[in-house]
């Protein structure tokens, strides 16, 4: 059975969020010249920042895999695929914050980073323990849930200040 995880929404909410709230303004401050150029501008980021957020990963009997779009590939990102069968351990590293990433090393030597940001997380995370064999017991989100929802309100709150800042 094939199941798919998706990058986890308060994410996705509180990039798209941050994004707004760093770029509504320009377009109304622009010089009458580059107004279109402005506005097309803000459009276009608005659809990289979409797109490059709604990355996935899919896992089924034999394999999982990572997926991404064609603006994530073409930004750097890459798609992978594993078998279950391959993958020999789960190697653990610190971050610079002083959180930790994960990767999945396989029989050959590579080292695939395990998604941290995917919904349902739990349910992903008991699918590699299951298909793998390996305990995991320690993995968990790569930030606090708290931090991105903090993002996105914080960011609407200075949406809203825009807004207010503009009407006034």
């Given amino acids: 059975m094939i199941e ?19 770029t509504i303004p320009i377009p109304f401050i622009a010089n009458e ?3 279109i ?17 709604s990355d996935y990963v899919e896992t089924c009997n ?4 990572y997926k991404t779009s064609f603006i994530s590939k073409t930004l750097g990102r890459k798609n ?4 279950w069968k391959d993958i020999k351990l789960i190697k653990t590293l610190p971050t ?16 695939f980073l395990i998604p941290q940001r995917v919904e349902k997380f739990e349910k992903f995370i008991s ?22 929802k903090l993002l996105t309100l914080l960011s609407v709150f200075m949406i809203i200040g825009e807004i207010f800042a503009f009407l006034n």
């Fill in 4 to 22: 798919k995880f998706k990058t986890l929404f308060f994410v996705k909410s509180s990039l798209i969020s941050l994004y707004l709230a760093l």
């Fill in 33 to 35: 010249k580059l107004k």
């Fill in 37 to 53: 150029i402005s506005i097309c501008t803000f459009l276009l980021g608005l659809c990289l920042i979409i797109n490059i957020t």
């Fill in 62 to 65: 034999n394999k999982i895999s």
């Fill in 80 to 83: 992978w695929e594993i078998s």
């Fill in 96 to 111: 610079s914050q002083g959180s930790r990433v994960y990767y999945f090393n396989t029989n050959k030597g590579d080292n």
């Fill in 127 to 148: 699918i590699v323990s299951e298909k793998t064999g390996i305990a995991i017991n320690e993995i968990s989100y790569l930030s606090p849930l708290w931090t991105y």
